[in-house]
């Protein structure tokens, strides 16, 4: 996706955990959150940059961004997030022509 966030939404702001309307809080962060996932992916060599994914960040207690855990996009919560955005990731994940350790698998454990 041309390693630039496509949607975001928070679900947790000063313990308030995820509403419809977080985003609009006042101690919401995500636009910062979003430029940060940006400048980390442009860190990271092509080869090691799936053609989507979910990355949750989070602040520290003296305000740094840290990156807490990536997962696939198809396996997270979508929360308040753009729904075109989501859609164009889920896509992108499904395309034939990426790297097939990238792409969408059944997991060997339901027996696909």
């Known amino acids: 996706m041309g390693r630039h966030p496509v949607a975001w ?3 947790l702001v000063e313990g308030e ?4 309307t977080l985003r609009m809080h006042r101690a919401s962060w995500h ?3 979003a430029a940060f996932v ?3 992916l442009a860190d990271l060599p092509a080869d090691d940059v ?3 994914a979910v990355i949750d960040v989070g602040r520290t207690d003296d305000g740094q961004f840290a990156v ?3 997962n696939n996009v198809w396996s997270s919560g979508l929360y308040s997030c753009d729904p075109d ?3 164009r990731a889920v896509l992108a994940a ?3 022509d990426c790297d097939p350790r990238w792409r969408w698998q059944p997991a060997p454990a339901l027996g696909a």
């Open 9 to 11: 939404s928070p679900y």
């Open 17 to 20: 955990e995820w509403s419809p």
């Open 31 to 33: 636009d910062e959150a």
């Open 38 to 40: 940006a400048l980390t």
């Open 50 to 52: 799936p053609p989507t």
């Open 68 to 70: 807490l855990e990536v």
């Open 85 to 87: 955005g989501v859609l």
């Open 94 to 96: 499904n395309d034939p």
